[in-house]
Nanobody
Framework: QAQVVESGGGLVHTGDSLRLSCAAS????????MAWFRQAPGKEDEFVAG????????YYLDSVKGRFTISRDNARNTAYLQMNSLKPEDTADYYC?????????????????WGQGTRVTVSS
């Protein structure tokens, strides 16, 4: 069945970098939009970054612009989130999602598939 699986989280220091990976399988297609959401302790989920099914449109949460980059490798059916200059406020569980529509949305309800999350902890 269709699914996405995240990996790459960990415990890092302020200013460090991480690259998260989202491996898609099943019926996840290159025409689907892919995105990352995060949920910090005690807070609701928020949109972090997204990339359209066509691959040329990218969108970011204002607080991560210039630090995070979303990309996808259709040949490997994988999406990535490169995170640089990490801050303690980036600490959260990060979730990969996929949308059949091919369009990036800023609400979780815009997406059809989601992973179980990977934890990112940034120490001060």
């Amino acid at each position: 069945q269709a699914q996405v699986v995240e990996s790459g989280g960990g415990l890092v220091h302020t200013g460090d970098s991480l690259r998260l990976s989202c491996a898609a399988s099943g019926r996840i297609l290159s025409t689907y939009a892919m995105a990352w959401f995060r949920q910090a302790p005690g807070k609701e989920d928020e949109f972090v970054a997204g990339i359209s099914g066509a691959g040329y449109g990218t969108y970011y949460l204002d607080s991560v612009k210039g630090r995070f980059t979303i990309s996808r490798d259709n040949a490997r059916n994988t999406a990535y989130l490169q995170m640089n200059s990490l801050k303690p406020e980036d600490t959260a569980d990060y979730y990969c999602v996929a949308a059949i529509s091919g369009l990036v949305g800023r609400r979780m309800t815009s997406y059809d598939y989601w992973g179980q999350g990977t934890r990112v902890t940034v120490s001060s």
